[in-house]
């Protein structure tokens, strides 16, 4: 279990700095289509992610 606890933080990890990065570049230079684009698809890979390894492996 920890190489799904390793793989959770390190995917969580990067997640945040590109949320982080995103979230800069908005406040920098406004809302765009891209920057709104950019947060669904983060959201969509997070939840992803987060659902994935936090479930039990089948047994």
């Known amino acids: 279990?920890?190489?799904r606890r390793l793989a959770l933080s390190a995917a969580i990890t990067l997640i945040a700095?590109?949320?982080f990065l995103t979230?800069?570049?908005m406040v920098q230079d406004g809302v765009n289509?891209?920057?709104v684009?950019?947060?669904l698809i983060l959201a969509?890979?997070?939840f992803g992610v987060v659902g994935?390894?936090?479930q039990p492996p089948d047994e």
């Open 17 to 19: 700095v590109l949320t």
């Open 23 to 25: 979230v800069a570049l």
């Open 52 to 54: 994935a390894l936090t």
């Open 37 to 39: 684009v950019s947060l």
């Open 33 to 35: 289509a891209r920057t």
């Open 1 to 3: 279990m920890p190489g």
């Open 44 to 46: 969509l890979i997070g």
